[in-house]
């Protein structure tokens, strides 16, 4: 299983980044795929989920109506639209599915 994640950068308050996760080695469409963030000096934390066929999502709160998780089973990718960026958004983000993680991508939000 590999779960690759691209996408993060630096972007000013308010701006917006989208993050991707392409994945292999497993049947993609039959499992839930999330997104977690780490910020300095912090615990791990679930940002979004998906769960198969991709009816169903799931945020935490602090990004309900500003982030959006999708996936494209056809190129077994999940994605995380983040817009209206803040500061306290800044952290790596990880792709998780069950017990496999990507390496992550820094995402820096700052003026």
């Known amino acids: 299983v590999q779960l690759v994640e691209s996408g993060g950068g630096w972007v000013q308050p308010g701006g917006a980044l989208r993050l991707s996760c392409a994945t292999s080695?497993?049947?993609?469409?039959?499992?839930?795929m999330s997104w977690y963030r780490q910020a300095p000096g912090k615990e791990r934390d679930l940002v979004a989920a998906i769960i198969s066929g991709g009816g169903r999502t799931n945020y935490a709160d602090s990004v309900k109506g500003r982030f959006t998780i999708s996936r494209d089973d056809a190129k077994n990718t999940v994605y995380l639209q983040m817009n209206n960026l803040k500061p306290e958004d800044t952290a790596l983000y990880f792709c998780?599915?069950?017990?496999?993680w990507g390496k992550g991508t820094l995402v820096t939000v700052s003026s």
């Open positions: 998780n599915m069950q017990i496999w």
């Open positions: 080695g497993f049947t993609f469409s039959r499992f839930t």
